[in-house]
């Protein structure tokens, strides 16, 4: 068995105040699963945060129950079973990023839907296992509206994320490695991807190499301090002054 470590911080909320965090992390025998809830497209949906946190209990629970199912599989049937059991509709529902880790003697995979990155670590250096197209779509100014989320969310010409559409498992980016070369892997949220992806205040071996050294905690202090000196977002343009907040260290050399 690997260690596994987690830490997690809350953000705020889109009008600055405090509010729970809307990731939710599950750690399995075999596998780490890391969901962290979009802000729902209207006021009157349910928050990202409950759809996570129902998708992670289904995916968890499909992952005991079938251990060696095929990732996308139980993504695609625990998304239809949230659905089907809450009245979501493609389109007008909360939604969620996806990141599914697994390993055996012989394996490891990862799958990533939308911007929670997973990455390995061996002798090779570090293997980012990530979805850039919501970010690409936010670069080229494709994202600048509310409709253009709405328009483009599972759609072929935008991105694809955790909703009430069982199709989108099927567009996640997925990663198969030898267990033998992997030493380490990392799953983030954005709230601390974007250090590394927009902020540049570390690279991901700078990441690990922190996160073993002083732990993960203070990966999560060195995002939020960047944030704190940029408090009107005037460098580092963004909608809200922090993110939630989640960073799993799976260890396989302890």
């Known amino acids: ?14 009008d600055g105040r405090p509010r729970p965090t809307e990731d939710h992390v599950f750690v399995l025998d075999n596998a780490v699963l890391l969901l ?21 209990a289904s995916l968890a629970a499909r992952l005991r129950a079938r251990p060696d199912d095929d990732l996308a599989t139980v993504l695609a049937a625990s998304i239809a ?63 600048l509206t509310g409709a253009d989320v709405r328009r483009r969310r599972n759609a072929d010409d935008g991105f694809w994320v955790a909703e009430a559409e069982p199709a989108a498992a099927g567009r996640a980016m997925r990663k198969r490695w030898p267990r033998r070369e992997v030493d380490a892997v990392l799953l983030a949220s954005d709230g601390v991807a974007i250090g590394v992806d927009e902020y540049r205040i570390f690279d991901w071996p700078g990441v690990y190499e922190l996160a073993r050294t002083r732990g993960l905690g203070s990966v999560l202090e060195a995002v939020r301090a960047a944030e704190r000196a940029d408090p009107d977002g005037t460098r580092w343009p963004r909608a809200k002054r922090h993110d939630d ?9 302890r």
């Open 81 to 143: 079973e949230v659905a089907a059991a809450h009245g979501l509709l493609p389109g007008h529902s909360p939604s969620s990023t996806v990141a599914m880790l697994r390993w055996t003697p012989e394996a490891v995979e990862g799958l990533v839907l939308a911007d929670s990155p997973i990455v390995a670590f061996g002798r090779s250096g570090p293997d980012v296992l990530a979805d850039d197209r919501l970010v690409s779509l936010r670069d080229n100014g494709k994202l």
């Open 245 to 253: 907040q989640a960073l799993v260290l799976v260890d396989f050399t």
């Open 1 to 14: 068995m690997p260690e596994i470590e987690v830490a997690e911080q809350a953000g705020v909320g889109a």
């Open 36 to 56: 962290d809830g979009a802000t729902a497209p209207r006021p009157d949906l349910p928050s990202g945060g409950w759809y996570a946190g129902l998708l992670t």
